[in-house]
């Protein structure tokens, strides 16, 4: 049984069906398949959009990029993102384009280098994290790009926040622009939920929608890969775990572009949200319509009880507790834990895909075989 119907739990489960013709019962919380990375048609333009957040597939990692080549085709997508600081727009992540126009002359490479040294010089102990940036990037960059889109995320002063929060920040002294270094990235041609049900659709796999693991009772009754939060499996006995959660404003705007891109960042604070997606420049290639256009206001913040969450906040308490989970965990029995829920880690996708291809393999695969055999 598979508890989770997101990348790593479908890649269990479509690894045991086809490589081990294994019955798989596979048991999702939601009323869709396919976990963060599902996407949706917003039914009044066509147009494909991310329900949790936009998801560009990319990876340098040849053996995931040869597994989902299996159930989908990649456009030619190469993600690029900019800011708006004041009245300016600049690219992102930092880069030579953005130093220039910030500092409004041309630099060279090594001009650009000697220039952010001197004004990171500021800093040598770094107490919190403003001081940690302004250390990384200077105090130009940092005022502009960083304070106020930091104190967004967290909702809080960058001067109440721990150091440890970033250990680097991605700077450029290049004019590359493109978000992802990696050899492989672009988004799948017939959208995220096609490929998703490609992964399930198996005559040796069951989905059951709708339906949480832990009302189950099954635990102990056949081998599990647990996908939900780690911390919820064990009744929250060590306390929960803390996470970060986005909001999403999705709205339908009367005109055929808005932004002129994907991905655009909102660096300063007054701004309430952090980034807008507008969804019709994933895909530049789809005959989308021409006088409507369907945008997200994204918004980030601690989550609740409630709500889904996003990226793990890991302060030393969650790190204490996490331990102590880790270990309960390796005391299940028949049980394996994955997934960013499972391991509370921040996974890309193909980390996701990465590793559940590892724990079919090292784990799951030699159990079987060994069964078969004897
Ligand atoms: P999930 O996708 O979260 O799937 C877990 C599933 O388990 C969910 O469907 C959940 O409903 C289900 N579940 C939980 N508890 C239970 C239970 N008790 N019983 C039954 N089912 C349960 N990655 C990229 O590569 N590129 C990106 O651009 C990108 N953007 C992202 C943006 C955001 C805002 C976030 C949060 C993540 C992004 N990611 C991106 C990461 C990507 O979402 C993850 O790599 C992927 O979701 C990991 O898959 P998973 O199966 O581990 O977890
Ligand atoms: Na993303």
Redesign the pocket.
Known sequence: MV????????TVAERCARDLGLRVLV????GH?????YSEIEPSTGIEVHR???????TSNERVWNYVNRFTAFTDYRHRVFTIAGDRVYPMPINLATICAYFGRAMSPGEARAMIAAQAGEVAQPANLEEKAISLVGRPLYEAFIRGYTAKQWQTDPRDLPAEIITRLPMRYTFDDRYFADRYQGLPVDGYTAWLERMADHPLIEVRLG????ELGAAGNVPVVY???LD?YFGRAEGALGWRT?DFEFEVMPQGDFQGTSVMNYADEHVPYTRVHEFRHFHPERDYPGDRTVIAREYSRFAGPGDEP??PIGTPADRARLARYRELARAEKDVLF?????TYT???????IASALAMYGNRIRPRFRRQACA
Not at 27 to 30: A, I, K, P, S, T
Not at 52 to 58: D, I, Q
Not at 346 to 352: E, G, I, N, R, T
């Open positions: 508890a989770g119907a997101g990348l790593f739990g479908l048991v999702e919380r939601r398949i396919g976990g963060n990375a949790y957040g936009a998801h560009l597939f990319h339906t949480d693991f832990a996908t939900g939060p919820g986005l996003y990226y994955g997934g960013r829920l499972g921040y996974l890309d996708m193909h980390m996701a």
